[in-house]
């Protein structure tokens, strides 16, 4: 794998092995979990759907980090995870997704979009939530961002690299619940938006904050996270499924959604270029 087509055909070769491991990582989080393997149409509890999360994860984490030492020969940290004067990119992202999902319900409760229905507050799945969505952030960054978007910059210019990486995390939402062809145009543009600092800094940090945050936010603020019903602090009930409250899927179903994912790009790319950071900042 010498020169520019080491980087896609590492990813390529990544694809059947990554499926098989997180697919036995999976049934082993489901048996340890309770789960009826013969009936997978029962719904799945918060805690079961937390373990299933944390064995996919670390899954995901194995593969990788094979394909690191013995395909890549490097260092796992070097996907992105250097946090030396990183901890601002990390809290960033965090009020920033904050911020999208707070401004997102209330423009929606003011626009008539949705009502308050009613508060409540769980703490023992806040905490369940906050795991989850840790682990979801933490996978897919590392998968998408962190090893194919690096390894898609090695053959590709990175502009080219960042909407085939984006383009892959949109089909592997594919079969999530409530999905048409909007909602994945929106999940493409979230992978645009979560890797666009990734080519000028090569570290995850900021995206890891971002993804977590946006995710979490949205579903205790009452809103689907793709397409999927979670626990929420606040509960609402949607007048109108339309494109902008996002309907079933979610607000990242919704044009305010691309709003703000558009916003955010062109903040970040305004921020980069003006601050010429390298591509070999870690």
């Known amino acids: 794998m010498e020169g520019k087509n080491r980087g896609w055909v590492r990813v390529l070769l990544m694809v059947i092995p990554y499926f098989v491991l997180v697919s036995i990582f999976q049934v082993v989080g489901m048996l340890l979990a309770g789960k009826n393997l013969m009936d997978l149409s029962e719904p799945d509890t918060p805690i079961q759907t937390l373990i299933v999360s944390i064995f996919s994860m670390l899954g995901t984490l194995l593969i990788i980090w094979i394909f690191m030492k013995y395909v890549d020969k490097e260092k796992f940290i070097n996907l992105g995870l250097h946090f030396k004067n990183r901890k601002k990119d990390f809290i960033v992202g965090i009020g920033l997704g904050i911020l999208v999902m707070a401004i997102g319900y209330e423009l929606l409760l003011f626009l008539n979009e949705i ?39 090695i053959s590709f210019n990175k502009y080219a690299a960042l909407i085939v990486s984006s383009v892959l995390f949109s089909l592997i939402h594919g079969m999530n619940p409530n999905v048409d062809a909007f909602s994945l ?67 990242e179903g919704s044009i305010l959604s691309i709003i703000a994912e558009m916003l955010i790009i062109i903040g970040v790319v305004i921020y980069y270029n003006k601050n010429k950071v390298s591509l070999n900042e870690n």
């Not at 995710?215 to 397409?227: E, I, K």
Request: proline fraction near 2%.
């Open 115 to 153: 009502s308050f229905d009613k508060i409540v507050f769980e703490p023992i799945n806040i905490l369940i939530s906050i795991a989850l969505f840790t682990c979801v952030s933490i996978m897919e960054e590392l998968l998408f961002r962190g090893y194919i978007l690096r390894n898609l910059m």
């Open 185 to 251: 145009f929106n999940i493409f543009l979230a992978g645009i938006l979560l890797g666009i600092s990734y080519i000028y800094t090569k570290n995850l940090w900021f995206p890891i904050g971002l993804h977590l945050s946006w995710n979490l936010f949205q579903t205790l603020f009452g809103f689907n996270v793709s397409g999927q019903d979670f626990y929420s602090i606040i509960e609402f009930k949607i007048q109108e499924n339309t494109l902008l409250n996002g309907g079933a899927f979610g607000l």
